[in-house]
């Protein structure tokens, strides 16, 4: 099969790199000529684990390409990936689908044969057949068909998630469709990943339902975890004994600083723009987008508390930036809500994460960014844990506590305990959902 992948960020090159991986022969295509030119070199443009190997090794295949050539890249493929973002449109919430539809028109132009034109981006209910009648009016006499293909990868685990799914989701019309798919994911079928076929608008359907199922459940916990705080229960032992029910299940039951990153803010809120648009309102979804406002902006004032009642002149070193660990991503992190409130407040902010560096120093002005932790704790008069990167989490408690003007800790992914905290010798200690100690 010959793919052309429309669009090289977390979800195209990811699924570019896997794809030629399964044997096709995939051309990777984006506008973006720093990433194109860091691509032929080999570079890998975000912090993905294991994406460099598995790139280098299908390029030195020769099944691994990239372009700034669209037409050239969607000329003789079979299918075609659009995978270009598809952020919150300014001031109304709904998905911006200007790039998924001018990608579409490219294509339509460059296309010569048969393809399947594939929507991997997560787009609105209506989005696939809205490209179907773009391609048909830039290039009425070209045979083609659309496809829906929702991506479910998380940022992180992205190699293993997309080659190992709970399941692969295509939306199609055709049969002459259906069989591309099939063809393009027939090494996933082999080894008995389920692939579902639906009609394109319950693909598109699948994808925001699942994501907005997701969100609630994270929030949900988030909820419950604020009322264990006043009632003296512990979340983590509440979400142990909820998720051995075989009806709720273990995942995505951590109570944390609230949601964040690329997709559930905006899938959230594209999914409540739909109903309205529809005079269906989802109104669980909107709540779930407000409780989860409410809860980054709880931990402000828990970092509040720990601070006497003022940010004014205090030291705060704050670990971890990205709306999680083991990726860049940055988007929509909860730090983003959190920082400015204490930078703004008057707090002198260290900032340290693994990865987040390059693209956190642009959104995070004012802190101070460090490599170490120890470093930046130094005279601090309080330790916050913002992001569970493993780095974080065997960390010389002992050690940090001695070296703080002030031993307090706000643990805000609940990965030390109260005891660890006393024992290390900090004065205080804060986490979610869990007793407080000082
Ligand atoms: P991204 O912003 O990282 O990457 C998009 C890329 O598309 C950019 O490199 C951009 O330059 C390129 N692009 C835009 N228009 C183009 C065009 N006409 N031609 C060539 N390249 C073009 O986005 P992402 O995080 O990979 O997300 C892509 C889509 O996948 C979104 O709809 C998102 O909701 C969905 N998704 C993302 C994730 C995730 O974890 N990031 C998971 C599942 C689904």
Partial sequence: MKIAMIGTGYVGLVSGVC?????????????DPRKIDMLNRGEVPIYEPGLEDLLAKNVAAGRLTFTLDLAQAVADADAVFIAVGTPTRRGDG??????????????????????????????PVGTNRQVQQVVAKANPGLDFD??????????????????????VVVGVQS?????????????????????????????????????????????????????????????????????????????????????????????????????????????????????????????????????????????????????????????????????????GGGARVHVVDPQGRHEGEALLPGVTWNDDPYDAARNADLLVILTEWNEFRALDLTRLAGSMAKAR????????????ARRAGFEAYDSIGRKQLG
Avoid: W
């Fill in 146 to 167: 659309v496809a829906s293909n929702p991506e479910f990868l998380r940022e992180g685990a992205a190699i293993d998630d997309f080659m190992k799914p709970d399941r």
């Fill in 94 to 123: 709904h998905a911006d689908l200007t790039y998924v539809m001018a990608a579409a028109e490219e294509i339509a132009q460059a296309a010569k044969d048969y393809v399947v034109i594939v929507t991997k981006s997560t787009v």
């Fill in 175 to 343: 049969d002459r469709a259906a069989e591309v798919m099939s063809d393009i994911y027939r090494p996933l079928y082999l080894r008995d990943f389920p692939i579902v076929i639906t009609d394109l608008e319950s693909a598109e359907m699948i994808k925001y339902a699942a994501n907005a199922f997701l969100a609630t459940k994270i929030t949900f916990i988030n909820e419950i975890a604020a009322l264990c705080e006043k009632v003296g229960a512990d979340i983590k032992q509440v979400s142990k004994g909820m998720g051995m029910d075989n009806r709720i299940g273990n995942k995505f039951l951590h109570a944390g600083p609230g949601y964040g990153g690329s997709c559930f803010p905006k899938d959230t809120r594209a999914l409540a723009r739909m109903g309205q648009d529809h005079a269906v309102p989802m109104q669980i979804t909107e709540t779930v987008i407000k409780v989860n406002d409410e809860t980054k902006r709880r931990m402000v004032d828990k970092l509040l508390d720990m601070c006497d009642g003022s940010f004014n002149g205090k030291t705060i070193t704050i670990l971890g930036v990205t709306f999680k660990p083991n990726t860049d991503d940055m988007r929509d992190a909860p730090s983003l809500t959190i920082i400015p409130s204490l930078v």
């Fill in 409 to 420: 800790l706000a643990d805000l992914r609940n990965i030390y305990t109260a005891q660890d």
């Fill in 19 to 31: 794809f030629s991986d399964f044997g096709h022969e995939v051309v990777c295509v984006d506008k």
